[in-house]
């Protein structure tokens, strides 16, 4: 199965894993899902820490790129075919981060590991 890590996934399995569920944290161990991180997330955690919203034991230039290895998570490049998918989507939220997850999820066939239940309401396959 590919999994699409949300940004607050990647962060609760680096930072708070018990706010895993278990069923994550299976998916997450077992070897044969294949584990996937957009520059998306990357650059949200880039512009919370930048604006003092979040804090990390480290700059995200060395926290994200480690903490996604050790996840065993592929980078998952922003591409035009996601972008543009956008506009099919409906108005049920307004997280520009959270609504392109949900199109790279879409446009690759992957399953969105996130505990937001407003991303469910899309028509993108998610788990929690």
Known sequence: MKL????????????????????VRDLLLDPENERYFSIAS??????????????????????????????????????????LHIVRLPHLHRDPFDRLLICQAII?????????PRIAKYPVRTVW
Do not use: N, Q
């Open 42 to 83: 990357s650059w949200e955690i880039a512009i919370k820490y930048s604006l003092g919203k979040l804090a990390l034991p480290d700059t995200p230039e060395r926290f994200v790129p480690e903490h996604r290895e050790a996840l065993g998570a592929d980078v998952l490049a922003l591409d035009e075919e996601s972008v």
């Open 4 to 23: 699409l890590l949300d940004t607050v996934t990647f962060l609760d399995a680096v930072l708070d894993p018990k706010c895993l569920t278990p069923r």
């Open 108 to 116: 690759h066939g992957m399953m969105l590991v996130t505990p937001d």
